[in-house]
């Protein structure tokens, strides 16, 4: 009989043992989860001081675009450039004069000044330019010839008149063909004052595209935008400018226009189009 009682004393013991393990156990899993609950409950009370304690990822986070600060669209950007650009007269340097875009036969600058007068080597008495242009004309042409190069002006302010005698000089010997050489009235830069026709000895002191060949257009391509003058129509680009290659015509747009011209790799028809200036008098 003691030993009876004494195994069924063991087996109450073990059982004791098993529901306080059980208990500690439940209490251990109450603490867990009242922790999160905690949790929640505070961050609902104060969610900034809660995220003040919490750590930041260490991983750099870029920032998300935005509309004000992501690129536009090439077309988006030109179009607005072109909206704050002030549309000012005839006058302005970066004026559009192509074939669809063209002056009227009045127009005549008002500051006209002959080049013989300041020293620019022409093939003509009577060659004249609006002022600034001759000014920087005159410095272009003095750099050249430090540097070995000649440079002859056959050709610069043209009116409205003028052209039409030209073209239809031109038309009387190439017929359509003419179009593609020389602008018709009203549509030719040399009425603007500010366009320039290049020629020297290494040509026969004429006009054609065997200048582009010699080393003065060399050092035109090199040097002109440092004095304002950008090259027109080049090589490559007829189907934009509506013009054949024309090595020997330059226009002066102003130092600052001729460096963005450069800078940009556009052509001065694509550039001009992009400041939108119209030939407004």
């Known amino acids: ?48 001081a809660i995220r003040h304690v919490v750590r930041p990822a260490t991983g750099e986070i870029s920032a998300p675009r935005t509309p004000q600060t992501a690129e536009r669209p090439r077309s988006e950007t030109v179009e607005a450039a072109s909206e704050r650009t002030p549309v000012a007269g005839c006058d302005d340097p970066r004026v559009l004069v192509d074939r669809t875009h063209g002056l009227p036969a009045s127009y005549e600058p008002t500051d006209l000044v002959s080049l013989r007068d300041r020293g620019v080597p022409t093939l003509g008495s009577n060659t004249m330019l ?29 009116s409205y008149e003028d052209q039409r005698f030209s073209h239809e000089r031109l038309a009387s010997i190439y017929g359509a063909e003419a179009d593609r050489m020389s602008a018709t009235p009203g549509h030719s830069q040399h009425q603007l004052g500010t366009a320039v026709d290049f020629t020297n000895a290494a040509v026969g002191y ?10 003065a257009s060399g050092w035109l391509t090199l040097h002109a935008h440092e004095h304002g003058f950008v090259l027109a129509y080049p090589p490559g680009e007829e189907a934009q400018t509506g013009y054949e290659w024309e090595p020997w015509h330059y226009r002066y747009v102003g130092t600052d226009n001729a460096r963005r011209v450069r800078e940009s790799g556009l052509t001065l028809q694509a550039f001009l189009l992009r400041e939108g200036v119209p030939p407004h008098c």
């Open 1 to 48: 009989m003691v030993r009876r009682g004494n195994a069924k004393g063991m087996r109450l013991a073990e059982k004791a043992g098993r529901l306080r393990r059980r208990a500690e156990w439940l209490t251990a899993a109450l603490v867990l989860l009242s922790v999160p609950a905690l949790f929640l409950s505070l961050y609902l009370m104060n969610p900034v």
């Open 130 to 158: 609006r002022r600034e242009a001759a000014d920087n004309l005159e410095r272009l042409v003095a750099s050249a010839a430090a540097a070995g190069e000649e440079l002859v002006v056959t050709s610069a302010y043209r």
């Open 206 to 215: 004429e006009v054609q595209q065997s200048f582009g060949s010699t080393t």
